[in-house]
Every structure is written in C-alpha cells, then in structure tokens.
C-alpha cells in the first residue's frame, strides 16, 4: 500500500519557469491537500479539494493553481516561479469520517529551489 | 481565527526522562486536536487526536496527550522518552466550522539525548 506519493521529490528552477507537481493517492480518500513548509512557520494550506473536479483556496493560494481531474491524483501547478516559492511542498489526502476525526496521510514531500 | 501555537522550538531531554511538547490553541467551537510526527526528510504522520470525551488520549508509539479546556492546551506527553523519539513534532487543530481546513503550529523539535 504506498498511501501517498509526490512527484518528483526535488526541482531546482529558474525564476520565471512553470512546473506541476503531482499527488497520487490510492486510499480512495475523498480529501486532498496541499502544503507548503517553512522553516518555522509550520505548514500552510495552499489549496484543497473535497472531491472530485472541485478545489478550494488555502491560507496561500497566490502564484499557485490545482486540479483534480481523478479521484486520486491532485496536482499543484506553478505558471511562473519566484524565489519565494522556494519550500517543501507537501500533499495529503484525508477520509471523511464520523465527527470529523480522520487524520490526514502525507506523502514524503517535494523540495523545490527557485532561483 | 482558529490556530495553534507550540511555545517552544526545542526540547531537549534524556533517554528514559519523561517528555512533554506543550501546544495551546484558539478555536471558536469545540476543537478537533492532533499530533502529528516528522522524521527527516519524510512527510507528517498521525499520532493521536482529541475529538471528544476522555481527556487523556493515547496514541502511537506509547505517546499520549492531555486535553484541558480551561487552558485551552493540548500537550503531548511520553512516560520514557527514547533516542528514537528524536524528530519534529506538530500539533493541528481542525476548523470546527470548515473541516476541509488544518491549522499546523510552527513544530517543536524533540532531541532525546543517550
């Protein structure tokens, strides 16, 4: 069972360059998110879906857009990348549960450097 | 608002010590409360969560965590801590009026030391 998994793990771009981040998840979770993490800021909510076909924005959602085409897979997408950009970038996917107690699973994240 | 804040950025503490990571937390509504643990280079995995009930709550890895509403904290305790236990913790709540949405603390970094 892989749970969660991102893709690639590391990217080094030049500012300006587009790139998309890929989030698969075969747990058949109907919540999907994505995370970046700072250092000591913890990780902030840049855009989330409830389900298929539909997104959310975040805590962050500038310079960063989503799609969910399929249940599992959620994709985080950068048009044009700045060096603030630079972060871990997390997905997790959740279920809905019984008074709203599941957990999220997180994939390993991906780290990206912009220059 | 809803969020959570982790008091301090580092404890440190000796193999077979009991540990705490303190946590506290703003929340309009009842809170949904959860610890998670980061090992490098590796994604957040769940611990334990408060919903409702029983204020002790105990979770993975021998780990368990005290709810007290009237000092709106939510820490996280081991009886025995292990050179194993070394990594980033952080504490979540979930929004009582947008579950679709996780407020994170900024972590605290727990070093067990041999």
């Known amino acids: 069972n892989a749970g969660v998994t991102q893709t690639p793990k590391f990217r080094v771009l030049k500012t300006g360059q587009s790139m998309t981040l890929l989030c698969a998840q075969d747990m058949n979770h109907e919540y999907m998110y994505w995370y970046r993490q700072d250092p000591g800021m913890g990780l902030r909510l840049i855009h989330y879906s409830v389900g298929e076909g539909t997104t959310a924005k975040g805590e962050v959602p500038d310079g960063y857009n989503v799609s969910r085409l399929k249940k599992q897979n959620f994709l985080l997408g950068l048009e044009s990348a700045a060096p603030s950009q630079t972060s871990v970038y997390f997905c997790?996917?959740?279920?809905?549960?019984?008074?709203?107690?599941?957990?999220?699973?997180f994939g390993d994240g991906t780290r990206l450097s912009i220059l | 608002a809803q969020s959570v804040a982790q008091p301090e950025d580092q404890v440190n503490v000796a193999e077979g010590n009991p540990l705490t990571v303190k946590c506290t937390y703003s929340?309009?509504?009842?809170?949904?409360l959860f610890w998670y643990v980061q090992y490098p280079n590796r994604g957040l995995q769940f611990l334990l969560k408060?919903?409702?009930?029983?204020?002790l709550v105990k979770g993975s890895y021998g780990f368990e965590a005290e709810f007290n509403k009237s000092q709106t904290s939510f820490h996280l305790k081991k009886p025995s801590a292990l050179v194993s236990d070394s990594a980033l913790y952080f504490c979540?709540?979930?929004?009582?009026?947008?579950?679709?949405?996780?407020?994170f603390g900024s972590g605290t970094k727990l070093n067990v030391k041999p």
């Open positions: 979540a709540v979930r929004d009582p009026y947008n579950f679709n949405k996780f407020y």
């Open positions: 997790a996917s959740s279920s809905w549960g019984q008074n709203s107690n599941q957990p999220q699973h």
């Open positions: 929340v309009s509504g009842n809170p949904y």
């Open positions: 408060y919903i409702t009930g029983d204020n």
